[in-house]
C-alpha cells in the first residue's frame, strides 16, 4: 500500500491490505476514518461486510459499519450486532460483600500496580495491574474460574437463543487476559475497544457508594459505564440519540460480558475512595482468525 490517502485506493486493494495482516487491527481504524473523511460512505460498508463475511467482526470493523450504514437493510443489521438488550449481559456474582471485600483487600494491597499506560485510554489519577491472570495468587485464579465459568454460560445461552454469525464463530480455543484497574476521584476510561478480544467483561470489586458529579456535564451519572454503536473515529463528537447507547451504573460484585468491539467509556466517580474493578478480554488465537 503506498502513502497515498486510502480513499484513493481501489476496494480490493483495501480488502486486501486489511486482510493480509489480521492482527493489525488499528490499519482498519484508520481505513474507516480515512473514508468517513472523503464521505465514502458506501465503499466502506462494503469492505467491512466482507469483512464481516470471513469472520473479522472483531476490533473497529463494528463501529465502522454501524458509522457508515444508509440503507434500511444495513441499519436493520447495525441493530442486531449493537443489541443490547441481548448481547449485554449483567450479571450479580455469587459472593457475599465479606468475600467481596476481602478480594479487593487483597487486590489492592498485596499485589503490584503500575501508573497507567500511555497507551491506554485511561485518564485522570488511578494505577493498574497490566497482567493480573499471570498473577500467582489463589484469590484471583478463583475469580478467574468464576469469570470462565460465566463466559462459558454466556455462549452457551447465546448459541440456544441465536443464529448470529457473531456466536456460531465463538472460538473453540481462547485465553482469559485480564488486568485490574483502579480509579480515582477523577479516573476514568475514554472511548475505547477491546480489539484483542472476542467477548470483553469487567467485575467490579468495589464501587463508592459516595459518588458525586465533577464535571459540568449533566448527562452523566457519576462512576458509571457507558457503551454505543458509535467510536470516534475523529475528534469531532458525535450526537447520537439515546437507542444508540446504554449507561449502566455498577455497584459491587456486578459482572458485565459484551462483544470485544463494542464501544465504552466510564465516568468519573468523585469519591475519596477507588473504584476498582477486574477487565478481561476472551482472546482467540491468531491462528484462529
Not at 486486501?16 to 488499528?26: I, K, R, S, T
Not at 503490584?112 to 489463589?138: C, K, N, V, Y
Not at 470462565?148 to 441465536?162: C, D, G, N, R
Request: proline share 7%; glycine share 4%; charged share 25%.
Amino acid at each position: 500500500m503506498t502513502t497515498a490517502p486510502y480513499f484513493e485506493h481501489s476496494t480490493t486493494d483495501l480488502i486486501d491490505f486489511l486482510v493480509e495482516n489480521p492482527g493489525d487491527f488499528d490499519r482498519v481504524r484508520v481505513v474507516a476514518a480515512s473514508l468517513l473523511q472523503a464521505k465514502q460512505n458506501e465503499r466502506l460498508w462494503v469492505i467491512c461486510d466482507e469483512l464481516r463475511r470471513i469472520g473479522r467482526l472483531n476490533g473497529f470493523v463494528a463501529p465502522a459499519m454501524s458509522e457508515c450504514a444508509q440503507l434500511p437493510v444495513q441499519l436493520a443489521t447495525i441493530d442486531e450486532i449493537f443489541d443490547f438488550s441481548f448481547w449485554l449481559e449483567v450479571i450479580q456474582i455469587e459472593l457475599s460483600d465479606d468475600q467481596l471485600k476481602e478480594l479487593g483487600k487483597h487486590v489492592e494491597g498485596e499485589l503490584q500496580w503500575s501508573p497507567f499506560s500511555e497507551t491506554r485510554s485511561s485518564a485522570g489519577s488511578g494505577r493498574w495491574i497490566p497482567s493480573l491472570h499471570e498473577e500467582d495468587s489463589t484469590l484471583v485464579q478463583e475469580i478467574h474460574e468464576s469469570i470462565e465459568s460465566q463466559v462459558l454460560q454466556y455462549i452457551k445461552e447465546k448459541a440456544q437463543q441465536s443464529n448470529s454469525e457473531f456466536i456460531q464463530r465463538a472460538p473453540r480455543l481462547a485465553s482469559l487476559q485480564s488486568w485490574a484497574i483502579s480509579h480515582d476521584s477523577d479516573g476514568h476510561e475514554a472511548w475505547h475497544l477491546h480489539p484483542d478480544g472476542y467477548l470483553s467483561g469487567v467485575l467490579y470489586l468495589n464501587v463508592p457508594r459516595d459518588m458525586q458529579r465533577i464535571w459540568s456535564n449533566e448527562k452523566y451519572l457519576p462512576g458509571s459505564i457507558e457503551f454505543s454503536k458509535w467510536y470516534p473515529f475523529d475528534e469531532h463528537p458525535r450526537q447520537y440519540a439515546d437507542r444508540d447507547r446504554i449507561i449502566i451504573r455498577p455497584r459491587s460484585g456486578m459482572l458485565l460480558i459484551f462483544p470485544s468491539y463494542y464501544p465504552h467509556r466510564t465516568w468519573p466517580t468523585g469519591s475519596a475512595e477507588p473504584r476498582t474493578c477486574i477487565s478481561f478480554d476472551i482472546v482467540p488465537p491468531r491462528s484462529s482468525e
